[in-house]
């Protein structure tokens, strides 16, 4: 379980990155950089539980928009 902020440099090197069931909001930040890390070519999983981010407190719908 990774607590600390996600960036580029976080992601250096990593080609598939797996988010399950996120139950944090993501910072503006955060999902630049997740962002460019999907329009790198690279992939990006992510999975939910029943009650999405409603339940989960998060705001990952933001990103997969």
């Given at each position: 379980?990774?607590?600390?902020?996600?960036?580029?440099e976080t992601?250096?090197?990593?080609?598939?990155?797996?988010?399950?069931c996120?139950?944090?909001?993501?910072s503006?930040?955060e999902?630049?950089a997740?962002?460019?890390?999907?329009q790198?070519?690279?992939?990006?999983?992510?999975?939910?539980?029943e009650g999405?981010?409603t339940?989960?407190?998060?705001?990952?719908?933001?990103?997969?928009?």
């Amino acid at each position: 379980m990774n607590k600390d902020e996600i960036d580029l440099e976080t992601l250096d090197g990593i080609k598939l990155l797996i988010i399950g069931c996120p139950r944090d909001m993501f910072s503006l930040k955060e999902f630049e950089a997740l962002k460019k890390f999907v329009q790198s070519g690279r992939s990006l999983f992510v999975m939910m539980n029943e009650g999405g981010e409603t339940k989960l407190n998060t705001n990952i719908n933001y990103l997969l928009e």
